[in-house]
């Protein structure tokens, strides 16, 4: 068993490493971090949450992927995707905070409800408000926060 995965492939590592610094051995360490930043964001699962739920109507648990346009449904088992809606497509969201219950309607009629098992359903709720917050936002970041709207889609009422 070698204990140093990267002893495996010298050849192939060493030059990948030299051409990535050569790629940011002239940049300041602000424009190093950002090409960083730029290439994380890139990631095909960058801002992806994933938690288990059951949907209303199963009896087998499934996952829930997050993403900053889209939810995903995944088969626990498999991990292949079965389903996905996108927020663009969202009528609204409702939390029945008395059985802890997600409930989302979209365009056609499509109506989904799920149960949080990993999760207290508030921080799912706290996701999807803030990801419709962020595409209410222009490019220009100096645009002023509109708090109020913030609050709104992420805050949610607790029922007492």
């Known amino acids: 068993m070698i204990n140093d995965p990267l002893a495996c492939f010298p050849s192939q590592l060493t030059p990948r490493i030299l051409e990535?610094?050569?790629?940011v051995a002239q940049l300041s360490l602000t424009e190093t971090k950002m090409k960083f930043i730029q290439a994380w964001q890139s990631l095909p699962e960058f801002g992806l949450s994933y938690?288990?739920?059951r949907f209303k109507g199963c009896k087998k648990e499934e996952v829930?992927?997050?993403a900053p346009n889209r939810l995903i449904r995944i088969d626990l088992n498999v991990g292949d995707m079965v389903k996905m809606w996108r927020f663009n497509t969202m009528r609204q969201w409702n939390v029945n905070w008395d059985i802890r219950q997600v409930a989302i309607e979209f365009?056609?009629?499509i109506n989904i409800a799920f149960s949080c098992v990993t999760a207290d359903c508030k921080i799912v709720h706290e996701y999807i408000g803030g990801y419709i917050f962020l595409s209410t936002r222009g490019k220009d970041q100096s645009d002023t926060l509109n708090e109020e709207l913030f609050h709104k889609l992420t805050g949610g009422h607790e029922a007492l």
């Open 64 to 66: 829930l992927g997050i």
């Open 20 to 23: 990535a610094y050569q790629n």
């Open 107 to 109: 365009d056609e009629n």
């Open 51 to 53: 938690f288990v739920v």
